[in-house]
């Protein structure tokens, strides 16, 4: 399956990667933790050089697949994003909004390993962000996770 998935991405177009990028964190559920690095990095590699849809997509599960990577690499990752968010390379807003909806969990996520202010500096860009629905995500999403 693993040689299958990647001739898949490899040769895929916008519909496809749409579709991977949108169920990537269901194949993240269900592999070990170095299955996702090895196989299913690449793709979210790939993933976030494409168009904004295909990010957004990507986006919308971003808590599972940070939490189903090992903890170093999770933090790359958001680190990553977090510089990205911070240099306008994320993508637009609708983007943004996706990445605000899961930062509390990263919080969680993070709980053992991380620098508390580097996820606070994010959460305070989105809510600072001067679009609404970016505002309202992060809003949502500390008040789904029941961050107090």
Not at 105 to 117: C, N
Request: net charge negative.
């Amino acid at each position: 399956m693993t040689e299958l998935y990647r001739r898949l991405q490899s040769r895929a177009g916008d519909k496809i990667m749409r579709m991977l990028a949108a169920s990537l964190h269901e194949l993240a559920k269900i592999l070990r933790p170095d299955q996702v690095e090895q196989d299913l990095l690449p793709v979210y590699q790939r993933c976030l050089t494409c168009n904004d849809e295909i990010r957004e997509r990507l986006y919308e599960h971003l808590d599972v697949i940070l939490s189903r990577v090992g903890e170093e690499q999770g933090w790359r990752m958001f680190l990553d994003l977090a510089k990205a968010w911070k240099d306008g390379s994320l993508g637009g807003w609708r983007a943004r909004e996706q990445l605000a909806l899961h930062l509390p969990s990263f919080l969680e996520t993070f709980r053992e390993t991380w620098q508390g202010e580097q996820v606070l500096e994010v959460l305070k860009d989105a809510l600072l962000d001067p679009f609404a629905a970016v505002r309202d995500g992060v809003t949502k999403g500390v008040s789904g996770n029941g961050v107090q």
